[in-house]
């Protein structure tokens, strides 16, 4: 266990760092409140229009829920690929490299570090808000339950950033990646518009996508909790994970063959 | 009359160096425009999902939402592109960088605000005309009403960055609460307008004047009115003006930070 203890340090640094300014982590938090808001608006006006209580599978007061958890573990997440991006322009790269760990790693426990307390405050703000609109979740359990899978999220979340801030090893300026990989998370993960509101056949092409497994799995597995949808969820999340966790190796080392140190 | 050319022709000049500039990384300006095209483009495909199947939200369909989110994407591309510092505005004032501003004889607020061009914004300004053009409203009088409506949209744009931003001579550093300012305005911008009672509505032409960038702009496009006309006037002039008051008066209780400042 020895050789993890400096990546546990890592990551309990980093954890007690996110905390040193309140502040801007509350600040930053809020901003859930309006997105809640207006998807209220939006899908209260969509279920009345519809004359329905349910939409495939989903109450109103379950489509909030989703959608406060599939922003929770979007919002919640830091912004590895830039960061890497900057490390790479203004040189300071050059400073993680050499130091006697991991640098795969050593970014995964800075970035759990830093995406712990981030989550929490938005499914803090998030969840009040919800709850002062639309009521309770109908199952609170659900939450304990999709916990691993929120997990295996930002692990997916990282495998993809890893990937997105490595390229900048090579082009060095990554937003325009970063912007995409946002938009694709939005679209194919179901986070303005749970899933399984799409035609079927995007559905069938989205579900199977890592994007979901990130985002619609958790969210869905939260609202509507049982032991078929957790296996499912957790084998696809799990699969997904192994593959770009592989794919992420590959492109490091090679990665590591283009890398230009600016500066000094 | 002979200050105001000479401020014009200050303005443009700092424009074209902005562009030579860009063009020193024509690989890196041309991923920025082609990557926020694309970034748009899948944006806005949520939205054809969501109207594929719930076809309109009071009355507001999928071609009304091409021209709001294409005079919105427009506008805000042209501020990003000509007055790239008004995003930025609150840490320039906090870290005391206005002193190389203060220190040149030129409007200070014009000088700052133009002295920094956001290559992405070129991408946001194209998308937002081909979003206008495959709405079904397109007509040549309709391309005019566009290109004044998105000129209006984006004075009232620049003027709520400098507003919000400017807090910071009061307050400090204001990063956070910019960032939430400028998310609730793109976020209420491109809802439908139609999801809003009449309270939210009083809202989003006061203190978060979305309206303003999104649906009155729209209105006007898709068919004139004189009252859409007036209501984007006097938003332009209203906010502008009271930004520069804003502005002016915390310049008063501005400090400088005496750091060693350097402007590239």
């Known amino acids: 266990m020895k050789p993890f203890s400096k990546y546990w340090s890592i990551f309990q640094i980093t954890l007690l760092n996110s905390l040193a300014y309140p502040g801007e982590l509350v600040g930053r938090s809020l901003m859930i409140i309006p997105f809640m808001w207006i998807f209220y608006q939006l899908w209260k006006i969509t279920f009345s229009a519809a004359g329905v209580e349910v939409m495939s599978g989903l109450t109103l007061s379950n489509t909030l829920w989703y959608l406060m958890l599939a922003e929770t573990i979007e919002l919640g997440r830091p912004p590895l690929a830039r960061t890497m991006s900057e490390n790479v322009k203004d040189g300071s790269i050059a400073y993680i490299l050499n130091k006697p760990y991991d640098f795969l790693l050593y970014q995964f426990s800075a970035t759990m570090g830093e995406t712990i307390f981030r989550a929490m405050l938005n499914a803090v703000f998030g969840g009040l808000t919800v709850w002062w609109l639309v009521g309770a979740p109908q199952h609170p359990e659900g939450f304990l339950i999709a916990i691993p899978a929120i997990l295996g999220a930002w692990i997916l979340h990282f495998c993809i950033n890893a990937m997105i801030g490595l390229s900048a090893f090579v082009v060095e300026d990554v937003s325009a990646f970063t912007w995409i990989y946002q938009k694709l998370a939005f679209i194919f993960g179901g986070m303005l518009i749970p899933l399984d509101f799409y035609p079927q056949w995007l559905q069938t092409l989205a579900k199977f996508l890592p994007f979901s497994s990130a985002i619609y799995g958790p969210a869905r597995l939260f609202v509507t909790p049982s032991v078929e949808l957790f296996v499912n969820v957790m084998s696809l999340q799990l699969a997904w994970i192994l593959a770009l966790t592989f794919v992420l190796v590959i492109v490091y080392r090679r990665g590591l063959t283009q890398l230009t140190v600016n500066g000094g | ?264």
């Open chain 2, 1 to 264: 009359m002979v200050d105001d050319m000479k401020e014009i022709k200050f303005l443009l000049a700092i424009w074209k160096t902005n562009l030579l500039s860009a063009m020193e990384y024509r690989a890196s300006f041309l991923t920025q425009t082609i990557g926020m095209m694309v970034n748009d483009f899948i944006y806005f495909a949520i939205w054809i999902i969501f109207f594929e199947r719930f076809k309109d939200v009071r009355g507001w369909g999928v071609n009304d939402m091409y021209v709001t989110y294409g005079v919105l994407a427009s506008a805000f591309g042209l501020v990003s592109l000509l007055f790239g510092n008004a995003f930025t505005l609150s840490d320039i004032i906090a870290k005391g960088r206005l002193d190389y501003y203060l220190s040149l004889p030129r409007p200070v607020l014009l000088h700052t605000i133009a002295s920094r061009s956001i290559a992405s914004g070129m991408g946001d300004f194209v998308y937002g005309f081909i979003s206008y053009g495959l709405s079904g409203y397109f007509t040549w009088d309709g391309l005019a009403r566009y290109v004044l409506a998105m000129l209006l949209a984006a004075v009232v744009f620049a003027s709520f960055l400098i507003l919000t931003q400017s807090l910071a001579f009061w307050f400090g550093m204001m990063s956070n609460f910019s960032a939430l300012a400028l998310n609730a305005m793109l976020t209420f911008g491109i809802y439908p307008i139609t999801l809003f009672d009449q309270y939210a509505k009083l809202i989003l032409f006061t203190l978060i004047p979305a309206a303003l960038v999104g649906a009155v702009p729209a209105a006007f496009i898709r068919a004139f009115s004189w009252q859409t006309l007036a209501q984007l006037l006097a938003g332009a002039i209203g906010f502008l003006t009271l930004s520069i008051l804003l502005f002016r008066v915390g310049l008063r209780r501005y400090e400088s930070g005496s750091a060693i400042q350097v402007e590239v």
